[in-house]
């Protein structure tokens, strides 16, 4: 049974959005991105390096013309399709997750994983410091 994640247009207000999935030996974070007056979903790497493209909370995903780009190495995958033409990733292609849209809502269709929970494997409110000093 499909899994509801959030709407299309949280997507596109807030430019793209994460969560975490498992094929049942592992967690994977997958982020979904507002493509033409729909969404998209791929796994949440660079096929370059293993660099997060969505980095969650207010930072998100960096969006460019239409494309997702790789904060390590500035690879620009197209949103819609998932294919990179320049930088260190070129001639290659994100790992794509299945979606559906219902009346306004994104639900994760992918037999090979199942929804865990918003957000990244290992987001958290940042480090705690009992310490006084600020930078």
């Known amino acids: ?67 997702v780009v790789c904060p390590k190495h500035g690879s620009v995958f ?10 260190p990733a070129d001639g290659s292609t994100l790992w794509t997750v299945d979606i559906s849209v219902n009346r306004g809502d994104v639900f994760l269709t992918d037999d090979d994983y199942e929804f865990v929970h918003e957000g990244g494997i290992d987001d958290d409110d940042g480090p705690s410091s009992s310490s006084h000093l600020q930078f």
């Open 78 to 87: 197209d949103a819609c399709e998932g294919g990179c033409e320049n930088g």
């Open 1 to 67: 049974m499909p899994t509801r994640l959030t709407s299309v247009d949280t997507v596109h207000d807030e430019g793209s959005w994460l969560f975490t999935a498992s094929d049942g030996s592992e967690q994977t974070e997958v982020t979904v991105l507002p493509c033409d007056d729909g969404v998209t979903a791929w796994v949440n790497r660079c096929t370059h390096e293993a660099q997060r493209l969505d980095r969650g909370g207010d930072i998100g995903a960096i969006i460019r013309d239409g494309g």
